[in-house]
């Protein structure tokens, strides 16, 4: 694992390196991106920058430079021979006084990297018990106040499953944990829209000009009596689900099997040789 952070990169990645004052520690006052490096190089990480830019700007962090995150990229990926890693993107609003209120300090900018496993062909999923908040100031920003999917999570996982889907206060099929859900109803490929308070997945997108595929709000009761399920995200790309709940599915399916050799195919041309 290598780790920089504003500017320095550090000579023990474990090292305490962020104050206690810092207001994404205290309050979640941050944002975040990951993204998959595959051969030392890391995926779309063009759009991966650009979503970065949009949370901070939703979340009003103000101040952040992209060109910098770009040397914090390129400097933990220097000399490293990560054949399937991450890269961890964060940026909080530094240093602050012990409440909500911001503080007058810069941003404070960490970029890690480090190697990860390669997703399971398929997995297991649970219907959360709280809902999406769709009307939040937080729906569709990709900030560090994760403690709901926590939650979430560990609640799935004491059912043996790795994901957790959520439905948004209309009843609505919305997300999973950090996962865009994708269903089969009579041949046809479907995904919440955006209006669902879903993340706007960099996977997700991908998967809908490389493939296709109709956006479309509608109960999650529907996707969960789908034909086929498959989840995505940076670290699971294409991911057929093989139990939703108590109800087995076959998986992976047709569609998530041409979804996925799809994605396959057209991986390459987004992994960047240059940061």
């Known amino acids: 694992m290598r780790v920089w952070i504003n500017g320095d990169v550090l000579s023990d990645p474990r090292a305490p390196a962020v104050p206690v004052t810092d207001h994404g520690l205290t309050v979640g006052d941050a944002v975040f991106e990951a993204v998959k490096v595959v051969g030392g190089r890391p995926f779309a990480l063009q759009r991966h920058l650009e979503r970065l830019e949009r949370s901070a700007a939703g979340l009003g962090l103000v101040g952040l430079d992209v060109a910098d995150v770009r040397r914090?990229?390129?400097?933990?990926?220097?000399?490293?021979?990560?054949?399937?890693?991450?890269?961890?993107?964060?940026?909080?609003?530094?240093?602050?006084?012990?409440?909500?209120?911001?503080?007058?300090?810069?941003?404070?900018?960490?970029?890690?990297?480090?190697?990860?496993?390669?997703?399971?062909?398929t997995t297991a999923v649970v219907t959360a018990p709280w809902p999406r908040n769709e009307r939040g100031a937080l729906a569709g920003l990709k900030t560090t106040s994760y403690a709901e999917n926590v939650v979430a999570l560990a609640g799935a996982r004491e059912r043996d499953a790795s994901e957790a889907i959520?439905?948004?206060?209309?009843?609505?099929?919305?997300?999973?944990?950090?996962?865009?859900?994708?269903?089969?109803?009579?041949?046809?490929?479907?995904?919440?829209?955006?209006?669902?308070?879903?993340?706007?997945?960099?996977?997700?997108?991908?998967?809908?000009?490389?493939?296709?595929?109709?956006?479309?709000?509608?109960?999650?009761?529907?996707?969960?009596?789908?034909?086929?399920?498959?989840?995505?995200?940076?670290?699971?790309?294409?991911?057929?689900?093989?139990?939703?709940?108590?109800?087995?599915?076959?998986?992976?399916?047709?569609?998530?099997?041409?979804?996925?050799?799809?994605?396959?195919?057209?991986?390459?041309?987004?992994?960047?040789?240059?940061?």
């Open 72 to 121: 914090g990229v390129a400097a933990v990926l220097e000399g490293e021979e990560l054949a399937l890693g991450r890269l961890r993107i964060t940026v909080t609003g530094g240093n602050a006084p012990l409440g909500s209120g911001r503080g007058d300090s810069p941003l404070t900018v960490i970029v890690v990297a480090a190697p990860m496993e390669p997703a399971p062909e």
């Open 166 to 275: 959520f439905a948004n206060l209309a009843g609505n099929l919305c997300e999973g944990t950090g996962t865009n859900v994708f269903y089969v109803v009579d041949g046809e490929l479907r995904t919440p829209t955006l209006a669902s308070g879903c993340l706007a997945g960099v996977t997700r997108a991908l998967v809908l000009d490389w493939f296709g595929g109709r956006e479309v709000d509608e109960p999650i009761e529907v996707a969960a009596g789908a034909d086929e399920v498959f989840l995505v995200s940076t670290t699971r790309d294409v991911q057929g689900v093989r139990r939703w709940d108590d109800r087995e599915l076959p998986a992976p399916g047709p569609v998530t099997q041409a979804a996925a050799h799809a994605w396959r195919e057209r991986e390459p041309e987004l992994l960047s040789l240059d940061v």
